[in-house]
């Protein structure tokens, strides 16, 4: 029943922005890290940025720095990932995970995954 389901993704043009959303359930939410992974087409999936459980470690890629922040409302359950300035490099399926305990933003490391939101940046 443990469950992690994406939101906001969608066509963007170059330049543009999107806030995507982790919905969860059926987990004790405020004991996970979550992250934000990208899997670029013919790619291997990337950390993109992770938050650990209580929101006071985040950790970003560098190629993203500054122009993407995750957050976490755990009252929600949800996590978001605020998307500014995107461009091409940044197209692919964006997933958010589960990670339990520890903090880290290896994709190897999380058990529990989304169905993820497809983000094709292109004009």
């Known amino acids: 029943q443990l469950q992690l389901v994406e939101s906001g993704g969608g066509l963007v043009q170059p330049g543009g922005s999107l806030r995507l959303s982790c919905a969860a359930s059926?987990?004790?939410?405020?004991?996970?890290?979550i992250g934000w992974f990208r899997q670029a087409p013919g790619k291997e999936r990337e950390g993109v940025s992770c938050?650990?459980?209580?929101?006071?470690?985040?950790t970003t890629a560098d190629s993203v720095k500054g122009r993407f922040t995750i957050s976490r409302n755990n009252a929600k359950n949800t996590v978001y990932l605020q998307m500014n300035s995107l461009n091409p490099e940044n197209t692919g399926v964006y997933y958010c995970?589960?990670?339990?305990?520890?903090?880290?933003?290896?994709?190897?490391?999380?058990?529990?995954w989304g169905q993820g939101t497809q983000v094709p940046v292109s004009s």
């Open positions: 995970a589960a990670a339990s305990p520890g903090f880290y933003c290896n994709w190897r490391g999380y058990n529990y």
């Open positions: 059926g987990f004790t939410f405020d004991a996970y890290a």
């Open positions: 938050i650990s459980s209580r929101g006071g470690r985040t």
